[in-house]
């Protein structure tokens, strides 16, 4: 008797408890309202950062990122677009930043005469803006914020 | 007039050789132009020869404006599994304003003598598509600096006039451009010291093997 109504009760539990959970619909920040199985409606793609002007880097070690379009820019065996501007021998003419002097390195630290093959792919670093909101906030703090916090040892 | 019924070397002619016979058929042509109509009505061969030259004209005409046709030049699989695949997914080929450049457009000259000497230029084509110069994938490749190479060097000759038929320099609002377009057209585009194919080679197809291209690394 004991147990039978002991697994009733189990029953019942599991019952209520899956029907609840199929009543809910589950909403994420980042996916919306749209049920997990399903794939929601892609938000529309919005335009570049094309300002052309430096931004500041995160932190020192960051690959310095594209203030401008670079749609339909050719980087492969044949060409690259980005170094019609941006090589040692052509920024004179395009007053473009030339790529540093690191590209230039061989693994063993050797200087080459030209880009070095494996810098050649801009893009693997280098990357445009969007002008898109962030979807989730950031709280990175850089470096230099870090430094100029009044702390014992730190910078004042 | 003499004819053949009655003419009395008529077995010698039929003996004579294909040559001596046209080189004869040509020369009594030749009479027959040149001396004055004693049948038709001044007013009648004036009438016949305007009629004539309509559609003589009018059909010469629409021939060559189809073959001045996308469709035309995408007719070959040379030209539409390879320029014309890699034209769809650039900004000549779909775009904001939906206005598009064809074949055409960019690669024959707009005014008339200079399309005709273009298309004269062309028959070579034909002689490629016969003996399938272009036929693979590989041999477009291997031909793809050379092909390129005319194209740039007709651009550069003629001040980037294809370009110029849409693009115009004085109708060109650089306040709408990007600050990168804008100081690089009013250095070189407005002092007239480039031409648009310049600075825009490979636009609208891939480019080929660039090294050694004056700008390219």
């Given at each position: 008797?004991?147990?039978?109504?002991?697994?009733?009760?189990?029953?019942?539990?599991?019952a209520?408890?899956t029907?609840?959970?199929?009543?809910?619909?589950?909403?994420?920040?980042?996916?919306?309202?749209?049920?997990?199985?399903?794939?929601?409606p892609?938000?529309?793609?919005?335009?570049?950062?094309?300002?052309?002007?430096?931004e500041?880097?995160?932190?020192?070690e960051?690959?310095?990122?594209?203030?401008?379009?670079?749609?339909?820019?050719q980087?492969?065996?044949?060409?690259?677009?980005?170094?019609?501007?941006?090589?040692?021998?052509r920024?004179?003419?395009?007053?473009?930043?030339?790529v540093s002097?690191?590209?230039?390195m061989d693994?063993d630290g050797?200087?080459?005469?030209?880009?070095?093959?494996?810098?050649?792919?801009?893009?693997?670093?280098?990357?445009?803006?969007?002008?898109?909101?962030?979807?989730?906030?950031?709280?990175?703090?850089?470096?230099?914020?870090?430094?100029?916090r009044?702390?014992?040892?730190?910078r004042? | 007039?003499?004819?053949t019924?009655?003419?009395?070397?008529?077995?010698?002619?039929?003996?004579?050789?294909?040559?001596?016979?046209?080189?004869?058929f040509?020369?009594?042509?030749?009479?027959?132009l040149?001396?004055?109509?004693?049948?038709?009505?001044?007013?009648?061969?004036?009438?016949?020869g305007?009629?004539?030259?309509?559609?003589?004209?009018?059909?010469?005409?629409?021939?060559?404006?189809?073959?001045?046709?996308?469709?035309?030049?995408?007719?070959?699989?040379?030209?539409?599994?390879?320029?014309?695949?890699e034209?769809?997914?650039?900004?000549?080929?779909?775009?904001r304003?939906?206005?598009?450049?064809?074949?055409p457009?960019?690669?024959?000259?707009?005014?008339?003598?200079?399309?005709?000497?273009?298309?004269?230029?062309?028959?070579?084509?034909?002689?490629?598509?016969i003996?399938?110069?272009?036929?693979?994938?590989?041999?477009?490749?291997?031909?793809?600096?050379?092909?390129?190479?005319?194209e740039w060097?007709?651009?550069?000759?003629?001040?980037?006039?294809?370009?110029?038929?849409?693009?115009s320099?004085?109708?060109m609002?650089?306040?709408?451009?990007?600050?990168?377009?804008?100081?690089?057209?009013?250095?070189f585009?407005f002092?007239k010291?480039?031409?648009?194919?310049?600075?825009?080679?490979?636009?609208?197809?891939?480019?080929?093997?660039?090294?050694?291209?004056?700008?390219?690394?």
């Amino acid at each position: 008797m004991m147990k039978r109504s002991a697994i009733i009760l189990l029953a019942v539990a599991i019952a209520a408890g899956t029907g609840s959970l199929t009543a809910q619909t589950v909403t994420s920040g980042l996916r919306g309202p749209t049920p997990l199985n399903d794939e929601g409606p892609a938000p529309p793609m919005l335009p570049n950062r094309n300002t052309s002007e430096k931004e500041v880097r995160n932190y020192p070690e960051q690959p310095p990122v594209i203030p401008h379009n670079i749609d339909g820019y050719q980087v492969d065996l044949n060409g690259n677009k980005c170094l019609s501007c941006h090589a040692r021998a052509r920024t004179a003419e395009s007053q473009a930043p030339m790529v540093s002097i690191t590209h230039f390195m061989d693994r063993d630290g050797q200087f080459l005469a030209s880009v070095s093959p494996r810098r050649f792919f801009c893009t693997e670093c280098h990357v445009p803006q969007n002008t898109a909101n962030l979807p989730v906030s950031n709280d990175f703090t850089d470096v230099d914020t870090l430094l100029s916090r009044a702390s014992r040892g730190g910078r004042r | 007039m003499t004819t053949t019924a009655d003419d009395p070397n008529a077995e010698l002619n039929a003996k004579r050789g294909f040559i001596a016979r046209s080189w004869a058929f040509l020369l009594e042509l030749w009479q027959v132009l040149t001396r004055p109509s004693s049948v038709f009505a001044l007013g009648t061969l004036v009438l016949a020869g305007f009629v004539a030259g309509v559609i003589f004209w009018g059909g010469f005409n629409t021939a060559l404006e189809i073959t001045n046709t996308e469709k035309f030049c995408t007719g070959c699989h040379e030209m539409k599994d390879n320029v014309y695949a890699e034209l769809k997914s650039t900004i000549h080929f779909s775009n904001r304003s939906g206005v598009r450049a064809t074949c055409p457009d960019c690669h024959v000259p707009h005014n008339w003598t200079d399309k005709i000497a273009r298309k004269m230029q062309a028959s070579k084509e034909v002689w490629g598509k016969i003996f399938g110069t272009i036929d693979t994938r590989e041999k477009f490749q291997d031909h793809r600096l050379e092909l390129a190479a005319h194209e740039w060097a007709r651009f550069k000759a003629n001040d980037s006039l294809e370009c110029r038929n849409c693009h115009s320099a004085d109708s060109m609002d650089i306040t709408k451009q990007s600050p990168r377009a804008s100081v690089a057209h009013q250095r070189f585009l407005f002092t007239k010291e480039k031409t648009c194919i310049d600075c825009h080679k490979g636009i609208a197809h891939q480019l080929p093997d660039m090294r050694g291209v004056p700008g390219w690394q």
